[in-house]
Each structure stands twice: as structure tokens, then as C-alpha cells.
């Protein structure tokens, strides 16, 4: 049981009725009690919310049109919303592009930031995805629960597909920890399931910016580098069997370990070196 909106302010006013500040205060506790519970209509408010700042930021800041502005853009986002906790779970989960966001997005020679949740939806001519790293993403609690692994993996090519031309993947070759001390990374293992047709790899020495070309976004040929370099066997999506999980599907292939959806027993991470694993078509 949570306590009323403005309870807190409500008890300081009780005890402190004169000063400024308490005067100041007033009309904030008067929101917080119009406002009230949680059903209200949310759209009013946000009316009263507006009605309560516009003064405010007027007095107070020099960019109050482009802050107003922002309140008119949450005035007409809420008003699809009948109820107050539908509208959080969604602006959590999704925040909407605000005014500012958007006209970023149009100006040359900007970078955005964007956690994937809130990249859902867009999409970007370029798009880095960064600390992609074996422990990190997935982190080391996913690879211990299936759930949690399946939505990593879900999330990863969310990430993925934002990009329209050109997509980077970094990670680290090491990491620090909050002991002080240093452990060796690699690559995510969702990397391993992306074809090497598809993928140009660098390192820290040989990057440079200006080898990219976000005009082609076609396959590119295999290199001598890449000719050389050991096919591995397992690929997401192939069909396999267990001697004792039964048929499964590759969801993901890291060195020699995978990660398999089986159909009868869910999924498991198996170690390709020793696990009874055959492709079904074999």
C-alpha cells in the first residue's frame, strides 16, 4: 500500500505554514491532490500539469517555448491512454520520440544514443552496437536461464536490424572488474551465428573509421584471411539431435559451445565437444 500523492509535502506544509517556500509549496501540494489516484483520466492530468508548470517556465527559463512545446506533444501521446498505469508500462518500455529526439535525428553529423528497448521501432543509416562480449551479451546470469537467454538473443537482433546500410559490433579484448583485476573477453556468442560472408573484422590497430561504407551494404567476398580460418560446424538455426534431449534447433554456437532450443526438454547449453549431437539430416 503506497501512500497518496503529495503525503509527504502535505505534512511539511502542516508543520511549516509560513515562508516563502511554504508559499511556493502550495500549489504543488494542490496538483499532487487534483491529480489524486491512480484511475483518474490521464489526459486531465496532464492538463493540470501543464496548467501548473507554464507559469513556472516561463518566469524561470529561456527555452520555455520548446519546453511547452514538449508538454503539447504529452498532451496528444496520452490522449490514446484511458488509464495511468497502461501509459507508464508503455513509456517504459518505449519511450516516445520527443521534439527534440526527432530533430537531432535529422541533422547531419549527430550521434544518437538509444538503449535497444527504445530503439524499437527506428531504424538509422548506421548502427553501432557496442560491449557485444561474452559475458556481457548475453550477460553471465542470462547463460543460466533459459528465459533470460532467449530474450538476450531477442534483443540482440532488435539491435541488429535498426541498422538500414551498416551495422558494427564491438567488444572488448579485456575487462576490468570491481576487484581490481583484468579478464580476458571475446566475442559474443551471437556473433558465431552470423555468417562470415557477411562480416568485415578489425581490431583496435587497424580500425579506421574512413574503411566504411555505409553506401554498400551488399555480402562481401571472403578474404584470404577468412578462407583460412576454421569453419565451424555449427550454425543457429539447423536441426539436431540428442542421445538423450531428443531433436533440437541451434539458437546460438559460441567456439564449441551451443545453445539449443530441444522440443521436448527446452533449452540447454552443451558443449559440442562431447555432447551426442548429430545434425538431423545426417
Known amino acids: 500500500q503506497f501512500a497518496e500523492p503529495g503525503t509527504a509535502l ?11 517556500l511554504a508559499s511556493s509549496l502550495e500549489p504543488l501540494a494542490a496538483l499532487f491532490e487534483a491529480i489524486g489516484p491512480s484511475e483518474g483520466s490521464v489526459p ?6 501543464r496548467q501548473y508548470y507554464e507559469p513556472i517556465a516561463v518566469r524561470h527559463f529561456d527555452d520555455h517555448p520548446k519546453r511547452l512545446k514538449d508538454l503539447e506533444f504529452l498532451a496528444q501521446w496520452v490522449s490514446q491512454y484511458d488509464q495511468l498505469t497502461t501509459m507508464l508500462t508503455d513509456l517504459t518500455l518505449e519511450p516516445p520520440e520527443f521534439r527534440g529526439a526527432s530533430g537531432d535525428r535529422d541533422r547531419a553529423g549527430v550521434l544518437t544514443l538509444s538503449t535497444i528497448h527504445s530503439a524499437k521501432g527506428l531504424e538509422w543509416r548506421a548502427v553501432f552496437v557496442i560491449t557485444a562480449a561474452e559475458g556481457r551479451f548475453p550477460s553471465a546470469y542470462a547463460a543460466f536461464r533459459d528465459d533470460d537467454l532467449e530474450e538476450e538473443l531477442r534483443l540482440f537482433y532488435v539491435a541488429a536490424t535498426r541498422a538500414q546500410d551498416y ?10 572488474n570491481s576487484w581490481g583485476g583484468d579478464y580476458a573477453g571475446g566475442p559474443s556468442p551471437f556473433l558465431h551465428g552470423i555468417s562470415t560472408e557477411h562480416l568485415r573484422r578489425f581490431n583496435a590497430e ?14 562481401r567476398r571472403k578474404s584470404r584471411a577468412d578462407s583460412g580460418r576454421r569453419v565451424d560446424p555449427w550454425r ?3 536441426r539436431v539431435v540428442h542421445a538423450s534431449f531428443g531433436e533440437g534447433t541451434i539458437l546460438a554456437s559460441a567456439d564449441e559451445r551451443l545453445v539449443v532450443a ?3 526438454s527446452g533449452k540447454k547449453i552443451l558443449d559440442s565437444r562431447h555432447a551426442p549431437l548429430h545434425l538431423v539430416n545426417d
Open 44 to 49: 486531465a492530468m496532464v492538463e493540470m500539469v
Open 206 to 219: 587497424s580500425f579506421n573509421l574512413n574503411q566504411l561504407d555505409c553506401r554498400s551494404a551488399g555480402p
Open 167 to 176: 551495422l558494427l559490433v564491438t567488444y572488448a579484448m579485456s575487462y576490468g
Open 236 to 238: 543457429p538455426g539447423q
Open 262 to 264: 530441444f522440443d521436448a
Open 10 to 20: 502535505r505534512h511539511y506544509l502542516a508543520r511549516n505554514r509560513k515562508g516563502a
